[in-house]
């Protein structure tokens, strides 16, 4: 859809754009501080970009720079992405809000719950409420991950060979079901917990669909939004587009930068499965793209993605009683602070910025993944960011807040 560009001044759109510098200014600093290995940042204000910014390095030890179609691992950021393709099966009648997970994916039908032991002798008991759709989009489902290390069944999953990654060996259903055989931490709806939900949903997309998920998104969100760089894994080491890929770098408990490439290197080829919850690579260009069909509502150059109403009910709390993630989720690490913010069908949401403790309107609705990437969308000042780097976890390095600030900083009108 052509290349990434300023398309309007700030100060026709209310910005101010010498403190909007103030963003890139910052984040260069983290750079030479080590912290970041380099950095593209996009916002737009009523639907045309008014700040394009790089800096730093896509592969450090070569010294080759950033660049406005720099390819980035996106981890979570495939989330919403998901949501939205089952949002879309949902419109079409595939299924309901309601429907239980057992009704598509048979191995959900028989859920137990921990209720004590350890991962050698879990003690379960069946569970009283199915796990549904809306417990999938909304982290509702007491499903987990691996990579948490507090709680056994988080143990008993990487066992199984799911932490960050999944099995050599297995499919997309064959995954799925060794998922479900693992006990839930709780009844479904009473608590909300990050985990391999959004993995199970790709899966629901799949069986709704009678395609792939990697075909789904492909056929009815991507091309017709003209994302041409978002996929899940490159054609091999030697397609042209690898060498736009930018490297993926862990952040040592010292805050040291260090090449990450036997996690990285997994995305130089096609993923064996699709990940619904953190397999995609993007650009920022293409990422902009799915931001601005959101904050359109659904809608982005004349093609509808999803209906301005589900849009809607997408990005508001779902939690019970408007409750934050401090209040209902459980104390981990998720894609997002916890203090002021909700959940609604696939997103964060911000429902309360003084305990959010951030310069953030109601209403702001947002994601990241592991390297520490992020977008946000701002319907009331219609606004949006899309923040790429490639630092491994994203927990490492609290960035997001800081973005926010550097960005609403320069908002006049």
């Known amino acids: 859809m052509g290349e990434l560009q300023v398309e309007v001044e700030p100060s026709e759109v209310g910005l101010d754009g010498q403190r909007l510098l103030r963003l890139g200014a910052h984040l260069d600093r983290l750079v030479t501080a080590g912290r970041i290995p380099g950095w593209l940042a996009v916002v737009g204000r009523g639907g045309k970009i008014t700040y394009l910014g790089t800096g730093g390095y896509r592969h450090v030890e070569e010294q080759l720079p950033v660049e406005v179609d720099t390819i980035f691992r996106i981890y979570s950021m495939t989330k919403p992405v998901t949501s939205v393709a089952a949002m879309m099966l949902l419109e079409a009648g595939a299924f309901e809000l309601t429907t239980p997970v057992g009704d598509l994916i048979p191995s959900f039908r028989e859920s137990r719950i921990f209720v004590g ?35 056994p069944v988080d143990a008993l999953l990487r066992q199984a060979g799911y932490e960050w990654s999944f099995p050599d060996d297995v499919d997309l259903a064959t995954a799925v079901d060794a998922i479900a055989a693992q006990p ?106 799915f931001a601005s069909m959101l904050r359109g509502g659904g809608a982005l150059d004349g093609v509808r993605i999803l209906g301005p109403r589900t849009v809607a009910a997408m990005t508001r709390n779902w939690l019970p ?82 973005l926010r600030q550097l960005v609403n900083q320069a908002i006049l009108t």
């Open 184 to 289: 839930l931490l709780f009844e479904p709806g009473t608590e909300w917990n990050y985990s391999l939900s959004t993995d199970v949903l790709g899966r629901v997309v799949e069986i709704a669909s009678g395609t792939t998920l990697d075909r789904f998104l492909a056929d009815r969100i991507f091309s017709p939004l003209g994302m041409t760089d978002t996929s899940f894994g490159l054609a091999g080491p030697e397609s042209p587009d690898a060498g736009r890929l930018a490297r993926l770098y862990a952040v040592t408990p010292t805050g040291k930068l260090v090449p990450y490439d036997v996690l990285g290197n997994l995305f130089l080829r096609p993923a064996r499965l699709p990940s619904g919850g953190g397999g995609l690579l993007s650009t920022a260009a293409d990422y902009h793209r």
């Open 321 to 402: 009683r408007n409750a934050d993630l401090d209040t209902f989720g459980r104390p981990l690490f998720a894609e997002t602070p916890f203090r002021g913010v909700g959940f609604g069908l696939g997103f964060g949401v911000v429902i309360d910025s003084p305990r959010a403790a951030m310069l953030a309107s109601v209403g702001d609705y947002s994601w990241g993944g592991a390297a520490s990437t992020t977008f946000w969308v701002d319907p009331a000042e219609d606004l949006t960011c899309v923040f790429m780097t490639q630092a491994f976890p994203s927990s490492a390095l609290p960035i997001r807040s800081v």
């Open 117 to 151: 032991g350890s991962d050698v002798k879990p003690v379960t008991v069946p569970a009283r409420e199915p796990i549904r759709i809306w417990h999938l989009l909304t982290h509702t489902s007491g499903l987990t991950y691996g990579f948490h290390r507090v709680h």
